[in-house]
Nanobody, 116 residues
């Protein structure tokens, strides 16, 4: 059974930082492309950052130079370091692991709130 468990969300003041984690189990984590997505109220879920298996990272323009995605295959964990947070970063953040023919899985989401 595949499980993705996110943690690290919370309330932070503008300009602050948070580090999200996503612990994966039930899969060979290193095989998968991994990423973080977010969904703000009334908006579509959008890509924040992604690390393809064996590929280079890519980021949404809105978070470039502020967020850093990383993965630790030995710990089956995905991270998102978020710095210089803005009110427009407020959303539920979801981790995703996906690989063609292996599956596409989502975590339950973690709330990040940056008040204006």
């Amino acid at each position: 059974q595949v499980q993705l468990v996110e943690s690290g969300g919370g309330l932070v003041q503008p300009g602050g930082s948070l580090r999200l984690s996503c612990a994966a189990s039930g899969i060979i984590f290193s095989f998968y492309d991994v990423g973080w997505y977010r969904q703000a109220p009334g908006k579509q879920r959008e890509l924040v950052a992604r690390i393809p298996n064996g590929g280079s990272t890519n980021y949404a323009d809105s978070v470039k130079d502020r967020f850093t995605i990383s993965r630790d295959n030995a710990k089956n964990t995905l991270y998102l370091q978020m710095n210089s947070l803005k009110p427009e970063d407020t959303a539920v953040y979801y981790c995703n692991v996906a690989k063609h023919l292996l599956g596409n899985y989502w975590g339950q989401g973690t709330q990040v709130t940056v008040p204006s």
